[in-house]
């Protein structure tokens, strides 16, 4: 029986995501959380004709209840960006909500597979794993922020500019997951070349594509739908793993040997993942001039955004 708990399921891509999950064939039990409106979206999903045992869980007296027994973890809480909003604003609201989360899961399900959606995923995967060592339950192996949305844009935007089928197209996309810290490593495409311009241009598209979509929805609305399909993407690749057996590939944020010798400690790069978690980090192999370029600016930032996201566990012990 493989159980999965989606922690913020009535938001945006809350509900998205648990609508995918409940059509998983591998999800026997979903388990919804959020502060609110959880047990209305888990009525509503309860009436689809798929294998999935859905209940709902409101409030911080459920969630250890909606935690309990799980195998993989899904983290979408917390409030999505608004126009003009960084996901460094965000950092001041979500950072506490992530620690609350990280702390009912070390204390209900401390070997699940924890995939963090929640923004500025840069500082929350660290928040979780500094709360999972106060709790002596932090596996390295099992804690993913999901890039996914970065290569599923890279996917998209470079199959329509070179005519590529979508289907056959998966790009590498290392880094972190914002702006300037996304690097999709474009020049690692068989058989496809690109202009200087098209290599700009496509790298700030896959970049800032979030932020085309808070503009898009007029301040109304983040990237939540594709956000959703994203992440419900790599909980595929995690239930082929746990339960099939299967050794899958995905790109995602995670502690890392791969930056290392820059002082980097989380970093998102091309894993291989089986039952135990992951289970080798593919390298990264030769960047252009451009994407080495992008490395040397992005690490700096990341440096930045994983020393908040220690820092605040830190001081909120004081």
Do not use: W
Not at 124 to 138: D, L, M, Q
Not at 145 to 169: H, M, P, Q, Y
């Amino acid at each position: 029986m493989v159980k999965v708990a989606v922690l913020g399921a009535a938001g945006g891509i809350g509900q998205s995501i648990s609508l995918i999950l409940k059509n998983h064939p591998l999800v026997d039990e979903l388990a919804l959380y959020d502060i609110v409106n959880a047990p209305g979206v888990a009525t509503d999903l309860s009436h689809i004709n798929t294998k999935a045992k859905v209940t709902g869980f409101n409030g911080v007296k459920e969630l250890d209840n909606a935690l309990t027994g799980c195998d993989i973890v899904v983290i979408p809480a917390g409030v999505p960006r608004k126009p003009g909003m960084t996901r460094d604003d965000l950092f001041k609201i979500n950072a506490g909500i992530i620690k609350g989360l990280a702390t009912a899961i070390a204390k209900n399900c401390p070997k699940a597979f924890t995939c963090v959606i929640s923004n500025p995923v840069n500082s929350t995967v660290p928040i979780c794993a500094e709360v999972f060592k106060t709790y002596g339950c932090y596996n390295p192996k099992k804690l993913f922020g999901v890039t996914t949305l970065d290569v599923i844009r890279a996917n998209t935007f470079v199959s329509e500019c070179k005519g590529l089928d979508v289907n056959k197209t998966d790009i590498t996309v290392i880094g972190g997951h914002s702006g300037t810290t996304i690097i999709p490593l474009l020049s690692q495409i068989q058989g496809t070349n690109f202009t200087e311009s098209q290599i700009k241009s496509l790298t700030q598209h896959i970049q800032f594509g979030g932020d085309e979509v808070v503009k898009a929805k007029n301040g109304k609305g983040s990237a939540t739908l594709s956000m959703a399909y994203a992440g419900a993407f790599f909980v595929d690749k995690l239930l082929n793993a746990i339960v099939l057996g299967k050794t899958v590939t995905a790109c995602s944020y995670v502690e890392s040997p791969i930056a290392k010798a820059d002082g980097v400690k989380f970093f998102s790069s091309s894993l291989k993942i089986n039952k135990n978690g992951i289970e080798e980090f593919i390298p990264l192999g030769k960047l252009s001039e451009f994407e080495q370029n992008l490395y040397n600016e992005c690490i700096p930032q990341l440096k930045a955004n994983i020393e908040k996201g220690v820092n605040f566990v830190a001081q909120s012990k004081l």
